[in-house]
């Protein structure tokens, strides 16, 4: 069995590891946010628009809840229960169904086939619908006409 070592050079040489470490880690935010600027005022990162972020929270938590209650009507329909369904998409846990149905998560996009397959429905179908409730703007612009 190796011995311990607690001497006070011991604990220092842990904490300098651990510093530069930490060090490191800020060092290379700091290079990429200094690499930004730089790119920025070179005129490499211009926008002629505003940048548009994420919907704000309420409409995305909207959002996700009728997801959820679409998805729960295919489940019923399917005549699944959250078990059951879990079981064919091969999770170990009921429980992410039910947060699913109820808006406190998403269908990963790379489970999107295996929910399709597992309810009964097309693929392609059931993942554009699942893009109109949890991304609409890029729904909007893949799938609606543009005058």
Request: charged share 25%; net charge positive.
């Amino acid at each position: 069995m190796a011995a311990i070592d607690f001497s006070a050079a011991a604990r220092f040489d842990t904490c300098r590891t651990y510093a530069k470490s930490k060090f490191a880690q800020t060092t290379s935010v700091m290079d990429s946010l200094v690499h930004l600027k730089q790119q920025t005022d070179q005129g490499l990162l211009k926008s002629e628009e505003p940048m548009h972020f994420a919907r704000a929270e309420p409409e995305a938590k909207l959002k996700r809840k009728q997801a959820g209650a679409w998805l729960k009507g295919l489940r019923n329909r399917a005549g699944l229960s959250q078990v059951e369904l879990a079981d064919r998409l091969g999770l170990k846990y009921y429980t992410f169904i039910s947060q699913v149905e109820n808006g406190f998560g998403r269908v990963p996009t790379e489970a999107m086939e295996g929910w399709a397959r597992a309810l009964g429905e097309s693929p392609s179908l059931f993942a554009r619908k699942l893009l109109e409730f949890y991304d609409p703007e890029l729904h909007r612009l893949l799938f609606e006409d543009q005058p």
